[in-house]
């Protein structure tokens, strides 16, 4: 589903040239769930926002469902990626006057597919992520948990080839992240979504299938969850 190949990234700050990404290499299969950890500024969140088409890199390539993302003009990513790819991001980026229904079917009216299908498939998700009832309440009178359930069933409206998620549970305390983590896992497990997301919680990377450990803008290790050892690699690693 996804290939990284010597991808890289630098920006300029003042005189400066920052390099962020360094070569990575990395791939993903379909249905897979691959969790990135690593350090503040080690690179995992700018790899995230080029899988997604929100940036494009300085060198490399990188394939998602065998299209060569990195050779795409910006029109052509904005496409891509509201067809291809659903988005879950810490800060939820709910528009908070709209319902909960509106907020989800929103991506249906840039493309225009907001049939009656679609709106039944709308409640159908809300249902799935325990909203079921709540979809005439507007979005900012919502707890933080309940709106990061928006934010899921709005990312998996358009059917994504791919879910990207940055640090999801990174607002919640812990009994509301795990409810988060626990709908990726079934969304992953009967659905067989492919889903990559940054984190720096051990916690949130165990439920993940694989965990690609991120140092200094470059791939240092891949550890998969079934490694009985893989609690030791992530304590050296953070460490």
Known sequence: MITVNGL????VQGRQRVD?????????????FVAIMGASGSGKSTLLQLLGGLDAPTDGEMHVKGRPLHDMKEKER??????????????YQ????????ENV??????????????????????QS???EGLHKKRANLLSGGQQQRVAIARALVNDPAVLLADEPTGNLDRQKAEE?????????REQKQTIVMVTHDIFAAGFADRIVLFRD????????RKDRDYAKYLADFMA
Do not use: C, M, W
Request: charged share 25%.
């Open 20 to 32: 962020v990404l360094k070569g990575v290499d990395l791939s993903v299969q379909e249905g897979e």
């Open 105 to 126: 079917a929103f991506p249906l009216h840039a493309d225009g597919k907001l049939t009656r299908e679609k709106k039944e498939y709308v409640h159908e998700l809300l």
């Open 78 to 91: 904005t496409i891509f990626r509201r067809k291809e790819l659903g988005f879950v991001f810490q800060n």
């Open 94 to 101: 709910l528009l908070p006057t709209l319902t909960v229904e």
């Open 180 to 188: 988060i983590l626990v709908l990726f896992s079934k969304f992953h």
């Open 8 to 11: 890289t990234k630098d920006f």
């Open 129 to 131: 992520v325990g909203l």
């Open 217 to 224: 803008g470059v791939v240092d290790q891949v550890i998969s």
